[in-house]
């Protein structure tokens, strides 16, 4: 720990933001990728504000288009500084109430959480050093049994043409991120690719609800025995990154700070192959991929 440098995505908040500080804290240098270019900036400056002497580059990145992803990487590969980590961290965390599909045609949640990660990790492959470890932040939700509907990824139906529910499609993306996660421990050689659910951070999800729930989210929840605040989620996913039985060791589910089962799907080789096949269907940019 210490002198690495880091890159988060979805920075400028909750879980990313508390990644950044914990990470500057201990001397490693932090990029971040946001959305939106002011809010990188402000988030920057409060990081700096209390770890003056750390370094923080903010890049722009909108996960569910490939353009900008591409861009992103291009910056960085620019930039030309190794990265020693990448954490998959941004992503949709409440689906939609109806289907939004992106410009490209693609259902925004399952672009945010796994496409983009997928293209924006194998695009920086030539500046993660042969020690780097990128670590995806993934769900229970993807188990069989978890509450509420049952993980039902359709390779016919991938942009949920029929069926469409905000669960569904944050399920099958957390899934689909567990495929990611397999491929790029497959295609990154001695870099690492590891999956950890966080836990459920309740303020986190409050910004994306108003009302009722928002209240309840914001000042009920976060009592529950269940719930965790983003600090406490950010220090599970930096054991990930740091454990020293995790060196060698990649397509991996971690849950509270123990290397999990993964579901039967999320284990199944040929449905990551599978799933590659289709992303490049569905993004002709990641055509190609090995």
Not at 15 to 27: D, H, Q
Request: proline letters at 7%.
């Amino acid at each position: 720990m210490g002198d690495r440098t880091v890159l988060v995505t979805g920075g400028n908040r909750g879980i990313g933001y508390e990644l950044a500080a914990a990470l500057l804290a201990r001397g490693d240098r932090v990029v971040l990728t946001t959305r939106d270019a002011d809010r990188g900036d402000r988030a920057r400056r409060r990081l700096l504000a209390d770890h003056p002497t750390g370094e923080v580059t903010v890049r722009t990145c909108d996960l569910s288009d490939p353009a900008s992803v591409r861009r992103c990487a291009d910056a960085l590969l620019a930039d030309g500084r190794p990265l020693d980590g990448v954490i998959n961290n941004a992503g949709v965390l409440l689906a939609p109430p109806s289907r939004e599909l992106t410009p490209d045609g693609v259902e925004v949640t399952l672009a945010t959480n796994a496409l983009g990660p997928l293209l924006l990790v194998g695009a920086l492959a030539p500046m993660l050093r042969p020690a780097a470890r990128v670590v995806s932040l993934t769900s229970r939700l993807h188990l069989p049994g978890s509450r509420g509907e049952p993980v039902d990824f359709d390779f016919d139906d991938p942009n949920l043409d029929h069926g469409y529910t905000p669960e569904r499609s944050y399920k099958n993306s957390k899934l689909a991120l567990m495929w990611v996660s397999t491929l790029l421990d497959r295609r990154l050689g001695p870099v690492t690719s590891n999956t950890v659910c966080p836990g459920f951070v309740p303020r986190t999800a409050a910004r994306h609800t108003r009302g009722w729930l928002r209240f309840k989210l914001r000042w009920i929840v976060p009592r529950l025995p269940f719930a965790v605040t983003a600090e406490q989620a950010a220090a599970d996913v930096l054991w990930v990154l740091d454990a020293p039985e995790l060196a060698d060791r990649g397509d991996c589910f971690i849950a509270d700070r123990t290397i999990s089962e993964a579901s039967p799907q999320a284990r199944d080789s040929a449905l990551a192959d599978r799933f590659a096949t289709l992303a490049g269907e569905l993004w002709p940019q990641l055509g190609g991929e090995e």
